[in-house]
T-cell receptor, first 111, second 117 residues
Framework: EPEVTQTPSHQVTQMGQEVILRCVPISNHLYFYWYRQILGQKVEFLVSFYNNEISEKSEIFDDQFSVERPDGSNFTLKIRSTKLEDSAMYFC?????????FGSGTRLTVV | AQKVTQAQTEISVVEKEDVTLDCVYETRDTTYYLFWYKQPPSGELVFLIRRNSFDEQNEISGRYSWNFQKSTSSFNFTITASQVVDSAVYFCALSLYTQGGSEKLVFGKGTKLTVNP
C-alpha cells in the first residue's frame, strides 16, 4: 500500500534556527497538506498545496512558514526562525481516491 | 461554525468491556466526510474509517463499529471486547471543502482511551 513518507522522524533545533521538514507524498496524489499537533492537543490544519501553489492556509501559517515542491516528488515545510511554541508533531498528508493518507509525522522540538 | 466535538476527554475501561466514543459535528455543507483516526503512543495517525454524508448505514469491522446518525449529527465509534492494544487517543474529524478547492480536515480534541488488563 502506498505511503506518505516523512523525514526526519525527530528533529531538535535551537530557537531562531531554520528547519525544513520533508515529505514524499503518494505519487499520483494532487493535493498536499501540512498539519500540526502541539503535544496533548488536537491536530490542526496548516496549509494545503495544489498545482504548485498554496490553495488554503490557516491563521497559524504566518510569514515564518513556507511550503514548496522543489522537484516534483518532495514536499517541504520550512520554518524560518523557530520559536519555542513551534514544538509539535508535524504531519504531511495527501489526498487520493480513498481519502487522506497521513505520514507518520516529524516531532520537532525547539530548545 | 464547522467543528467537531468529542466530549469525552478520557475513558478508562477494563479489558473485554465494550466502549463507545462519542463524536458530534457541525457543518453547513451538505456533502462531507467523517473520519476516525487512532493515535497510539508512538504518535502516528492510523486511519480507521471514512464515511460519506450520504451513507448512513452503520459499519462493522471486526471489533469496531460505527453509528452515523445525521439527525443528531453524530458519528459514534464502539469497540467491542476492548483489548489493551486499543489504548490510544482517538480522533474524530470532519472534511471541509475550502474556497481554494482543497479539502481540509477539522479534528476534534480527541478521546484518550485506556484499557486496563
Amino acid at each position: 500500500e502506498p505511503e506518505v513518507t516523512q523525514t526526519p522522524s525527530h528533529q531538535v533545533t535551537q530557537m531562531g534556527q531554520e528547519v525544513i521538514l520533508r515529505c514524499v507524498p503518494i505519487s499520483n496524489h494532487l493535493y498536499f497538506y501540512w498539519y500540526r499537533q502541539i503535544l496533548g492537543q488536537k491536530v490542526e490544519f496548516l496549509v494545503s498545496f495544489y498545482n504548485n501553489e498554496i490553495s488554503e492556509k490557516s491563521e497559524i501559517f504566518d510569514d515564518q512558514f513556507s511550503v514548496e515542491r522543489p522537484d516534483g516528488s518532495n514536499f517541504t515545510l520550512k520554518i524560518r526562525s523557530t520559536k519555542l511554541e513551534d514544538s509539535a508533531m508535524y504531519f504531511c498528508a495527501s489526498i487520493g481516491l480513498y481519502g487522506y493518507t497521513f505520514g507518520s509525522g516529524t516531532r520537532l522540538t525547539v530548545v | 461554525a464547522q467543528k467537531v466535538t468529542q466530549a469525552q476527554t478520557e475513558i478508562s475501561v477494563v479489558e473485554k468491556e465494550d466502549v463507545t466514543l462519542d463524536c458530534v459535528y457541525e457543518t453547513r455543507d451538505t456533502t462531507y466526510y467523517l473520519f476516525w483516526y487512532k493515535q497510539p503512543p508512538s504518535g502516528e495517525l492510523v486511519f480507521l474509517i471514512r464515511r460519506n454524508s450520504f451513507d448512513e448505514q452503520n459499519e462493522i469491522s471486526g471489533r469496531y463499529s460505527w453509528n452515523f446518525q445525521k439527525s443528531t449529527s453524530s458519528f459514534n465509534f464502539t469497540i467491542t471486547a476492548s483489548q489493551v492494544v486499543d489504548s490510544a487517543v482517538y480522533f474524530c474529524a470532519l472534511s471541509l471543502y475550502t474556497q481554494g478547492g482543497s479539502e481540509k480536515l477539522v479534528f476534534g480534541k480527541g478521546t484518550k482511551l485506556t484499557v486496563n488488563p
